[in-house]
């Protein structure tokens, strides 16, 4: 881990561009970094902090392989007491710890009340500078953390939701060979829905592979590996005949007219992924997905993605909640909106090996949320 | 007042109607009905009791006049604590006292654990039974001024919106003669914009007459009173000249080709208020109208018109809050929502003379929510 290091470096650019850069004298030993803000009552003071997650294996999609991946850990304080975040940021998503870092040195929350104001802290955080949307998520998490804890609540009981809804999660198989592919599976065990990653070149091979082992649910992830709608329509046939409930993103994020013909000829249920982003994105998906995924990297936080199911359900589309590679803080504050959703993804934490968190807990394949405030987490001493 | 003799009539009925009619049994003196629950720890009680609303002023639109307005007053109870809620019932819009003692009669709380399931209740009370819609905003109202007392905290700092920014409430001045109008104006005195209703065929009398006192802001609804377009929308330049900020239903909600025209061309903002009901209503006004009139007793309450507005902002479109004639219950529930639109037309509190909550204030136009918990009300001892 070299956190401390990317801490340093980043800590430096970060302050650099800071008006208020006098307020990183107070970066103490632990690598913590107040930014932006006098210590004083009723005051929210934003911390942050690079961390790299191992992964327990490596990942392979259709564009890329990868053995870690960078987070940035956020915290929020305001009269005692702390809120966590999280930005996940695999490098495809061209987000760094120091693009989050010159992002996060931007902010400055002295400026409101109190951490209840999420509607106008989260519209400046937003307004701030295009993009980073995972910057960005990692204070919306970390201040509906804060506010959860002020209220006693979690979120899913401030959203009107029932725990006992919370869905099972699926557990993501990536592309590799039949070997790999089986001992995947067996170590999936305690999961009654796999995602699988196709769009390699071998899809039949991944399909069959784990068909020969388990009759389990599958769902596809294609990433759009598929060049031609014609043969999408075609492989999505062979899938439903064994047993996939979805397929997500299985063409480019671009050919919409290609995408809304699969869509409307295709016998199972299509997800947009990489064809979505944020809030402004799914109205415009009416009638060329059957549904969306929502990633709170992706879209900037829980609350642009409780504002995104409304509109995908004022649609009658589906709803899939996703992840990358992350902390079991973003994978509990995501699992708060999920008993709103049809599909859960939501296995990032168990994909790591050293996880600074414990929060929601995958009990036989399904969500348990718990009642602690906020969303849900313990910190532990490992970050 | 006849809210006693009301009841009677009405309890007899919904006892009728009720599987669970014996807990009709505990109706008490003062007029509360305990219904469908065994009293417990744990157990929500529902209660309803008719009550009548009488109006300072005989009431005027383009459809109609009256002088009372029917509501029934709901109490929702859970370990001690009372959420309140209110339907109010014009006449026009199809429900009575009858209606919603039937349907409320229908409704078994005893099925959910908790008053945090809003999002299972509500669906629950949706799904019951078509139409209803104000006897279900009473039930939504009730369940989160609940939910909010239990968590502590008001339902716009839940909603994570800033009091700061609830808007200046429009006043109504109904139509009537020029000697009526100019007392009302005055009356209106404390109003930084005032709510003209027009299409009663003296349109520019009317708007003379308020601009012979006032220099105030207005706007018009017209409640579907104009049948032409293009005299629509040269009447609409008139009004722009007379500083008039936005045309409220000018039109049927049926000519939805004939708005769409209007809208493209007007030189002021268009809202649909008749023409929308409730979420699944939104989308399909897009291009439409410019904007929307949400109000509670239309749309089934506060968790409708919160999906409502998220709906409309997505579309860029402009919201309006609106209100029946009701209660400062009613009118508080939906004051939460305030901070998020752009005109609130909050008055119907103020248009009785028999208020038994004590909730929002309006000081000097301006809405004034307050910090206690829930939907921010207190009872009076008067209904």
């Known amino acids: 881990m070299n956190s401390r290091r990317d801490f340093l470096k980043y800590s430096g650019l970060a302050a650099g561009s800071l008006i208020t850069a006098s307020a990183f004298s107070g970066c103490d030993a632990s690598g913590q970094c107040k930014v932006s803000n006098r210590v004083g009552k009723g005051k929210m003071k934003l911390r942050f902090k690079p961390y790299d997650l191992q992964l327990k294996h490596v990942f392979t999609i259709a564009s890329n392989s990868r053995t870690s991946t960078p987070v940035m850990l956020v915290e929020i304080e305001y009269d005692g007491v702390i809120g966590y975040g999280e930005a996940s940021m695999p490098p495809y998503l061209g987000e760094s710890h120091k693009t989050a870092a010159d992002f996060l040195s931007k902010i400055n929350l002295e400026q409101f009340a109190n951490p209840f104001l ?32 002020l209220t006693g609540q979690p979120w899913y009981k401030l959203w009107g939701l029932n725990a006992a809804k919370a869905p099972h999660t699926s557990f993501t198989i990536g592309i590799d060979t039949p070997e790999v ?62 047993g996939i409930v979805f397929v997500e993103q299985p063409m480019s994020k671009k050919g919409l007219d290609e995408m809304a013909w699969l869509t409307e000829n295709s016998p199972l249920p299509t997800i947009a992924d990489e064809a979505i982003q944020t809030v402004k994105d799914v109205l415009p998906l009416k009638g060329i997905y ?5 990633k709170l990297m992706k879209c900037g936080g829980m609350r642009a993605a409780h504002k995104m199911i409304t509109l995908a359900r004022s649609m009658n589309m589906k709803v899939m909640i996703g992840c990358m590679t992350a902390t079991s803080c973003a994978i509990s504050a995501a699992s708060q909106l999920s008993p709103l959703v049809d599909w859960a993804d939501l296995d990032g934490n168990l994909l790591i090996s050293n996880d600074c968190f414990e929060g929601v807990q995958i009990v036989n394949g399904k969500v348990i949320l718990n009642d602690k405030p906020g969303i849900g987490v313990n910190k532990l001493s490992l970050a």
Chains 1, 2 share one sequence.
């Open 290 to 294: 059957s549904g969306i995924n929502i």
């Open 181 to 242: 592919v089986r001992r995947k599976v067996k170590e999936a065990d305690p999961y009654n829905i796999l995602k699988v990653k196709l769009g390699g070149g071998n899809d039949k091979e991944m399909i069959q592979t784990i068909r020969s082992v388990t009759d389990k649910p599958l769902c596809v992830d294609v990433n759009q590996g598929w060049k031609d709608k014609y043969q999408a329509l075609d492989m999505i046939h062979w899938l439903k005949e064994k």
């Open 118 to 149: 999420l509607d106008d802290i989260l519209t400046y955080v937003d307004e701030l500078v295009a993009g980073n949307y995972a910057a960005k998520a990692s204070v919306d998490i970390a201040l509906h953390d804060l506010a959860g804890k």
